[in-house]
């Protein structure tokens, strides 16, 4: 009795490659919020709440943010709107984050990433690999 495999859908490059650089995404997302919550010890004593505020909330996303790598490499929808929601949030507060804090080149760095990322997954090819599902 020969049964029948279910037929798997090869995931494109870019969707790899955008993986990768969620999974990198968070991670330094993760670890600029810890440098920008420690930076909270140079600042002027009214902006010290800001920047605390400021440095947790990077974290939290950029640690949701990895969170959601694993759905993305599986073609979740879900998660391909979630991960565009939590960069757009990323994104604004790195607009924040430039302007409060002295972490200027790294908030580029990271803006231009999220950027990447996000045209990848809505663009063709990567596109396709959601619509599939």
């Known amino acids: 009795m020969v ?4 037929r798997s859908h090869k995931r494109p490059v870019v969707v790899t490659v955008v993986v990768i650089l969620v999974v990198l995404s968070g991670l330094s997302n993760a670890l600029l919020g810890l440098t920008v919550l420690l930076s909270r010890y140079q600042v002027p ?4 709440l800001v920047v605390s505020l400021i440095g ?8 949701l943010t990895l ?3 694993a759905a993305i490499a599986r ?7 979630l991960l565009t929601i939590y960069i ?22 990271q803006s231009v990433v999220e950027l990447l990322v996000v045209v990848a ?3 063709p090819p990567g596109s396709r690999h959601f619509l599939d599902r």
């Open 3 to 6: 049964t029948e495999q279910p």
């Open 45 to 48: 004593d009214g902006d010290v």
């Open 56 to 63: 947790a909330a990077v974290i939290l996303f950029g640690l």
């Open 67 to 69: 969170a959601v790598a």
């Open 75 to 81: 073609g979740s929808r879900l998660a391909r709107l």
């Open 88 to 109: 757009g949030v990323q994104l604004a507060l790195h607009a924040v984050t430039a302007l409060t804090t002295t972490w200027d080149w790294a908030v580029l760095v």
């Open 121 to 123: 997954v809505w663009a």
